[in-house]
Antibody, heavy 115, light 112 residues
């Protein structure tokens, strides 16, 4: 199992960014997937989940601003980040969901929101 | 939202000795299917978190049996016996009972 995030960077407040997570080593289409973030020096914060059938759930902190999606043909998970705020600055991890919990995590991608 | 409270914030252990970490939930984590939805993760310095324990007491694949976990519906303990250098990092508890998923604040394990 391998999860590789990309698309992070420095962005101004109010702007947008799209993260990608390329999955391999398992049948991507049959698993739900999460985005989880970690602000610098802080703990883990769950952001969003998408089921294998593309049902979605969001944390209140990002609801209405972030959009999780997936392309099973490309084995890729996405997170569209809109109306970014300074408090969205974090490492963003994509992670696989199974009955055994969140069992595989990517290496993470840094998003910095600053003017 | 379910609040998970970990203690202590940090623990310093002599290699070869044992360490215990507590996680307390604001709500029962026993699901309607009879599964206790408590998970433990380890984040080594500079690395991504990794799954250690699932459904309260089951070792994830590749995790050494020096790790064990037990508890009730709301109070849980992770025990690490014969601590080794590779065990250094921050331990998090988490649940998958409902949304939003939440995690404890983390417990940092260091070596003396």
């Amino acid at each position: 199992v391998q999860l590789v995030e990309s698309g992070g960077g420095l962005v101004q407040p109010g702007k947008s960014l799209k993260l990608s997570c390329s999955a391999s080593g398992f049948t991507f289409s049959t698993y739900g997937m999460h985005w989880i973030r970690q602000a610098p020096g802080k703990g883990l914060e769950w952001v969003a989940y998408i089921s294998s059938t593309s049902g979605t759930v969001y944390a209140d902190a990002v609801k209405g601003r972030f959009i999780i999606s997936r392309d099973n043909g490309k084995n890729t998970l996405y997170l569209q980040l809109n109306s970014l705020k300074a408090e969205d600055t974090a490492i963003y991890y994509c992670a696989r969901s199974s009955t055994e919990g969140i069992d595989y995590w990517g290496q993470g991608v840094m998003v910095t929101v600053s003017s | 939202d379910i609040v998970l409270t970990q203690a202590p914030l940090s623990v310093s252990v002599t290699p070869g000795e044992s360490a215990s970490i507590s996680c307390r939930s604001s709500k029962s984590l026993l699901s309607s299917k009879g599964i206790t939805s408590l998970y433990w993760y380890l984040q080594r310095p500079g690395k991504s978190p990794q799954l250690l324990i699932y459904q309260m007491s089951n070792l994830a694949s590749g995790v050494p049996d020096r790790f064990s976990s037990s508890g009730s519906e709301t109070d849980f303990t992770l025990k690490i016996s014969k601590v080794e250098t590779e065990d250094v990092g921050v331990y998090y508890c988490g649940h998958r009972l409902e949304y939003p998923r939440t995690f404890g604040g983390g417990t940092k394990l260091e070596l003396k």
